[in-house]
Nanobody
Framework: QVQLVESGGGLVQAGGSLRLSCAAS????????MGWYRQAPGKQRESVAV???????NYADSVKGRFTISRDNAKNTVYLQMNSLKPEDTAVYYC??????????????WGQGTQVTVSS
């Protein structure tokens, strides 16, 4: 239906930056929202940043001022620019996309997850 391909994860020192990318492809009639979620070991998955089709954004309090979510509508791609990274940002980051397909109906798709590790 709708597939997500992520890139940009890796290992970075505290204070550094990473840029995550997630490209959606497949049967997309309309995209309602795309976002990034993360799950650290022993913790619940949390929403990091979400951007709607209208451009509205929501950020977790822990990343406000440091992370920026953006999109390229022509490419159905969402980005997460992560600056001033902290060790507590270490987690598996998942891309999510929600919308309507042309043939089947609504979709709620997830990427495979990409590891972000921030060393002190």
């Amino acid at each position: 239906q709708v597939q997500l391909v992520e890139s940009g994860g890796g290992l970075v020192q505290a204070g550094g930056s990473l840029r995550l990318s997630c490209a959606a492809s497949g049967d997309i009639f309309s995209m309602n929202a795309m976002g990034w979620y993360r799950q650290a070991p022993g913790k619940q998955r949390e929403s990091v940043a979400v951007i709607t089709s209208g451009g509205s954004t929501n950020y977790a309090d822990s990343v406000k001022g440091r992370f920026t979510i953006s999109r390229d509508n022509a490419k159905n791609t969402v980005y997460l620019q992560m600056n001033s990274l902290k060790p507590e940002d270490t987690a598996v980051y998942y891309c999510n996309a929600r919308g309507r397909s042309r043939l089947v109906g609504g979709f709620d798709s997830w990427g495979q997850g990409t590891q972000v590790t921030v060393s002190s």
